[in-house]
C-alpha cells in the first residue's frame, strides 16, 4: 500500500501527470519535452528522474540524448495506476495543447532525418555510409537467385565466384593465368568453399564440358579475348538449353592507354557489337544496357548484357 500512495502522490503533480501522458503516446527525449512543454531542461530531469525511480519510466541512450518511454521496467505498471492516468489526463486543461505539441515534434524529428538525407542525394556510392556497401547489396541479391551450376569465364582471383559459391550448387571458374588459378584455389581451400572449383584455360576454349552449366558469366573478361565471339561462343557451347549469359564489360571508349595499363585487348564494345555477338551465336532474349559511368576521366561506362540459350524453361 505504501508503494502505491507514493505513486499516487508522485503522479498528482500536473507537470508529471503531463509528462506522463506524453510518453504514454511517444518515447521523447529531453530536448523534445522541453520543446513540448515550454519548461526548462533542468526541471523536466528533475521530475523525469523521480517518475525513474517510481519505476514508472524507463530510458536509453540514443546519441548524445537520453530518450525517455513510458513504463518498460521490470515490474509491470499497476492497471489501476494506468487507469487513474487515462482519467486525469482527461481532466488536464493542457492536454489537448500537449497533443498538439507532440505531434509538431514529431513531425520535426521527421523532417530532420528527411534533411539528412536529402544532404547525401547523389552522394551514395561515393561516400561512407555505416551499413552501406556493394558487398551487401550483392549478399542481398545472391540470396535470390536460385542454387545453379554456374562457369565464372575470365574469373582472375576468383572474389566474384567465392561470392556466387555461397548460393549456387557449384562453381566453376575459369583463367589463363596460373598463379591467378593457383591463388583462387587456396583462397577457395581457406574459405571452405567445396563448390568451387579453378581450372587453367582460356575463355575461348574453356575446359568444360558441353552443356554442363545454368549461367555462364563473363564479368570484365570479353575485352580480353583475342576473338570475343569465339568466348560468346564458347559460353554457348557449356550452357544447357536454356541457360543463360552474363555480360558485364566496357561501353566502348577511347582511351588508349588501357592497352598498355591493363593489357586490354578491345577499348570496349558498343551494345550493337554485343548484340551481334550473342545473335550470331544463337542466343535470344537479349537485354542489354549501360549500367554505370565513372566520374572520373576517362568516365568508363559498364555495360550488361544477359541473353538465353533457346531449347529450355523459358525465364521471365
Known amino acids: 500500500m505504501s508503494s502505491t500512495l507514493k505513486t499516487l502522490r508522485l503522479i498528482g503533480d500536473p507537470t508529471r501527470l503531463r509528462i506522463l501522458a506524453l510518453l504514454r503516446h511517444e518515447e521523447l527525449s529531453v530536448v523534445e519535452l522541453q520543446e513540448i512543454l515550454s519548461m526548462g531542461q533542468s526541471r523536466i530531469s528533475s521530475h523525469l528522474s523521480q517518475l525513474k525511480h517510481a519505476g514508472l519510466v524507463t530510458d536509453r541512450r540514443s546519441g548524445k540524448n537520453m530518450i525517455y518511454a513510458f513504463g518498460g521496467g521490470p515490474e509491470p505498471i499497476d492497471p489501476r495506476i494506468d487507469g487513474l492516468l487515462d482519467a486525469a489526463s482527461e481532466e488536464l486543461p493542457e492536454t489537448a495543447d500537449d497533443i498538439a505539441a507532440l505531434a509538431l515534434a514529431l513531425q520535426k524529428r521527421k523532417d530532420r532525418a528527411r534533411a539528412y538525407f536529402d544532404t547525401l542525394a547523389g552522394r551514395f556510392g561515393r561516400t561512407y555510409c555505416p551499413g552501406k556497401s556493394w558487398k551487401a547489396v550483392a549478399e542481398t541479391l545472391l540470396q535470390l537467385m536460385e542454387p545453379m551450376v554456374i562457369a565464372d569465364l575470365g574469373a582472375g582471383e576468383g572474389t566474384l565466384s567465392q561470392l556466387l559459391a555461397q548460393r549456387a550448387k557449384r562453381v566453376i571458374a575459369i583463367d589463363n593465368s596460373r598463379r591467378m588459378v593457383e591463388f583462387g584455389s587456396r583462397k577457395a581451400g581457406e574459405k571452405g568453399c567445396t563448390n568451387l572449383e579453378f581450372r587453367l584455360g582460356d575463355i575461348e576454349d574453356p575446359p568444360i564440358d558441353d552443356e554442363m552449366v545454368d549461367l555462364a558469366l563473363l564479368s570484365q573478361a570479353l575485352h580480353h579475348a583475342q576473338k570475343p565471339e569465339r568466348a560468346i561462343g564458347a559460353a554457348f557451347r557449356v550452357l544447357r538449353p536454356g541457360g543463360r549469359i552474363v555480360i558485364l564489360d566496357l561501353l566502348k571508349h577511347s582511351f588508349e ?18 548484340r551481334r555477338f550473342l545473335g550470331d551465336t544463337g542466343f535470344r532474349r537479349e537485354r542489354i544496357s549501360v549500367v554505370d559511368r565513372e566520374e572520373e576521366a576517362p568516365h568508363f561506362q559498364t555495360l550488361l548484357a544477359i541473353a538465353e540459350k533457346p531449347g529450355g524453361t523459358c525465364h521471365s
Open 257 to 274: 592507354d588501357a592497352r598498355e595499363l591493363y593489357a586490354d585487348v578491345w577499348l570496349g564494345f558498343s551494345e550493337l557489337e554485343i
